[in-house]
């Protein structure tokens, strides 16, 4: 992903069913079709430990529910959580841990013979996780939030700010209910990628 200006580009008032949220675009081109998303509540004081969810696109599970992986779960919980306690959802357009929906199709295919989500993902030649949060930092920036509170499982992400100048001052962990389809895959997140899930 080529490092980018981030503007904000349009924002708006939006009633959910979760309740009511600011959702804003971000993006360094009116063109951009993906732009990054931001849902926020009003906020007083955007510097003192505002819980952030930093959540990278899932079509398959957070639009059509898909029982893969648990992506829609998390999605849904962090919207209620922020909606309770205010904060800001950043929505990242990197499908597929970065690898985009055709690949991670065919990652799935490899994972239906048998591979991990890890190995499917380096037999496609990526990496494992091609994941990036620069631009996460950019729209946290952007507010001048300065200390978050973090719904994560992710170690990765919790170190990506470890030399930043945004602090986390707490890790909120956002774990959902394993399913027969997902349990392998959880396993993997948590047994290869060292994710702290503690149901399983
Ligand atoms: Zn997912």
Not at 80 to 99: D, M, T, V
Not at 109 to 138: H, P, S, V, W
Not at 167 to 183: A, D, F, G, L, M
């Amino acid at each position: 992903m080529k490092d980018k200006i981030l503007k904000l580009q349009s924002k708006v008032n939006m009633e959910t069913i979760y309740g009511n949220f600011n959702i804003a675009t971000f993006t360094d081109s009116t063109e951009d079709l993906m732009p990054h998303i931001a849902l926020f509540t009003d906020q007083h004081n955007w510097s003192e430990n505002l819980p952030v969810r930093i959540h990278s696109e899932c079509m398959t599970g957070d639009l059509f529910g898909s029982k893969r992986c648990e992506c829609g779960e998390q999605l849904q919980h962090s919207l209620k959580f922020i909606q309770e306690h205010s904060g800001i959802l950043i929505y990242l357009r990197q499908e597929g841990r970065g690898i985009g929906i055709i690949n991670k199709l065919k990652a799935y295919c490899l994972q239906d013979e048998g591979y991990n989500t890890a190995e499917a993902n380096k037999m496609l030649g990526f990496e494992e996780d091609q994941r990036q949060y620069n631009d996460a930092i950019k729209i946290l920036d952007y507010f001048n939030v300065k200390n978050i509170r973090l719904l994560t499982n992710n170690p990765d992400k919790l170190d990506f700010f470890n030399d930043k100048k945004i602090n986390v001052v707490e890790r909120i962990p956002i774990e959902s209910h394993p399913n027969e389809t997902n349990y392998s895959y959880l396993k993997t997140k948590k047994d290869h990628f060292g994710h702290f899930l503690t149901k399983l």
